[in-house]
């Protein structure tokens, strides 16, 4: 990925528009939707309202009271913090040094863990456009209300709300979790193979809790003109919304399928990660601000956090039914197809082969891309031969190598494709050793925070 240098522009901008205020919050409740509204603003110049929709079904909301979500402490509270999150990504296009929240409460313990979540939520976005940022310096914010709303108790039930994303990873967590709980999936803006999962996985439309989150025109623009843009951490927004979903479904559980691979860093050595809102650092620092300000009755977890990409893999390549439904493209989201030119597409090409036959593959990919030497640089980027790994949610240097070497081990044709030949011919294949493959999908990594009972149906499915 190209690194700009927008060092200069980041000093200008913050020169130039000094602060950012969160104004307000709404909610409007209708009897089988909710609409909830955010407003930021730009040093008095730009205004930002984004929006969250949501339908309401009974099957996915059972415990849904319109008349009792108008006064509600604890939905007044998820939204703010809703908002606290929705924040960043409009704050990140001039990068004020004050932050004025005007919408609500926050104690100086919150403010620590804002900015934290926020600097290293950041990381991409700093480090693509060449800025240098301090985490004591980068924002300051002034509140005009000191203090934190308490946490709330309710009475949930023992159901999963799973976040579903269309890829490989959230239809294990989904299949498996279904066996023994009711599980809800949850999905923001829905897309096709998020849709299509569900389905494939037995569940009606009435029972996927989904919420339709905008971005408002006016970020857009300033994008358009020049403004600072980039990564934000997305899997943070999931994890305040879900919490709002599994208030509304009543349920306990909220059920992630981060793995443990997301843990490594991007850029290695640093702590620039592009799944840094994935990884079990911010698991556990999300775990304990659920726990110490919104409710104690909400466990949030990734229940896939003990294994690696290839023994997701290998546990979704038992899923035939989803092998035609699923999508890990970014590039071809829009359009519900594998673009076949990118990390993500190569990544899951590779990960899955040692566990689907090619014309399996090919049937999903509609390509082989190990015949297309035009993705050679990124297959570098993958294994280590380059020096960085591609800005996306990728496995580990170690699972990606591992995964080759066992693929070309195993190859039964004469000649190997040119993606594979160029590996073959690389300094890493002649470290390869087919124990590394056999050890990575023995390893259980106990850095987790599954409760027993999810702990127990990993297990029996690993053998």
């Known amino acids: 990925m190209a690194i700009r240098n927008r060092q200069q522009k980041y000093l200008e901008l913050r020169k130039n528009y000094p602060w950012f205020a969160y104004e307000s919050y709404n909610l409007e409740v209708g009897p089988n939707e909710l609409y909830i509204s955010f407003h930021f603003n730009l040093s008095g110049e730009y205004d930002f309202y984004p929006e969250l929709h949501i339908p309401i079904h009974k099957g996915n909301a059972q415990h ?127 897309r096709g193979a998020s849709l299509s999962t569900t389905k494939a996985a037995g569940y009606a439309a009435h029972e996927i809790f989904e919420i339709r989150r905008s971005i408002h025109p006016q970020l857009l623009e300033l994008n358009d003109q020049g403004f600072l843009n980039g990564h934000t951490p997305f899997s943070a927004v999931v994890a305040f919304s879900s919490v709002l979903a599994a208030y509304l479904s009543n349920a306990k559980y909220i059920a992630l399928s981060n793995e443990s691979s997301a843990n490594e860093a991007t850029i290695e050595g640093t702590g620039i990660n592009h799944q840094y809102s994935k990884t079990v650092s911010f698991e556990a620092d999300f775990r304990a601000y659920v726990k110490q300000y919104l409710s104690p009755d909400i466990e949030y977890f990734s229940f896939l956090r003990p294994l690696n990409e290839l023994q997701i893999a290998r546990l979704f390549s038992r899923f035939t039914h989803h092998h035609r439904h699923f999508k890990s493209c970014n590039v071809g989201s829009k359009t519900d197809t594998w673009c076949g030119h990118c990390p993500k597409c190569l990544f899951t090409y590779i990960i899955l082969s040692p566990f689907l036959d090619q014309q399996t593959l090919e049937s999903i990919f509609h390509k082989n891309l190990f015949t297309d030497g035009g993705l050679i640089p990124i297959m570098e980027q993958l294994t280590g031969l380059a020096e960085e790994k591609p800005f996306e949610c990728v496995g580990t240097l170690d699972e990606v190598n591992a995964a080759l070497c066992n693929t070309i081990e195993n190859w039964d044709k004469k000649e190997l494709p040119a993606v594979l030949q160029h590996y073959r011919n690389s300094q890493f294949f002649k470290r390869c050793r087919n124990e590394n493959f056999t050890a990575l999908l023995k390893v259980f990594n106990q850095t987790h925070f599954l409760p027993k009972r999810f702990l127990k149906i990993l297990k029996e499915e690993m053998g």
């Open 64 to 190: 849904y009271r319109p008349e009792q979500l108008r006064n509600d402490p604890f939905v007044d509270s998820l939204i703010f913090n809703l908002g606290m999150i929705e924040l960043i990504s409009y704050w990140k296009a001039a990068c004020p040094k004050r932050v004025l929240i005007k919408a609500g409460r926050l104690s100086k313990e919150q403010i620590g863990w804002w900015k934290n979540i926020y600097f290293n939520g950041l990381g991409e976005f700093f480090y693509v456009n060449g800025i240098s940022a301090s985490p004591s310096d980068f924002m300051h914010f002034e509140v005009e209300e000191a203090g934190t709303e308490q946490p709330l108790h309710f009475s949930p039930q023992d159901d999963v709300i799973v976040p579903v994303g269309g890829g490989k990873d959230s239809v294990v967590t989904m299949e498996l979790v279904k066996k023994q709980f009711s599980a809800i999936p949850f999905i923001i803006n829905p």
